[in-house]
């Protein structure tokens, strides 16, 4: 282990999606697997988005008090 080693850039876990990555490789299996996982990453992006609101909406409505 050398002083750097947080420097090094990291490999995506196995089974990650890299969004640009080449697709050629993947089987139509694979391709289905993957649209939805991103499809519940979306879906999981969303959700968080909601949270934020709902809790922006509720500061909002108590700082104007």
Do not use: C, H, W, Y
């Not at 050629?24 to 988005?49: C, H, W």
Request: proline share 3%.
């Amino acid at each position: 282990m050398s002083l750097f080693d947080d420097d090094a850039p990291k490999k995506p876990a196995q089974g990650a999606i890299t969004v640009g990555e080449d697709l050629s490789r993947l089987s139509e299996s694979e391709l289905t697997e993957r649209i939805e996982a991103l499809n519940e990453e979306v879906n999981r992006t969303r959700q968080e988005l909601e949270q934020r609101g709902t809790i922006r909406d509720a500061a909002n409505s108590f700082f104007q008090k």
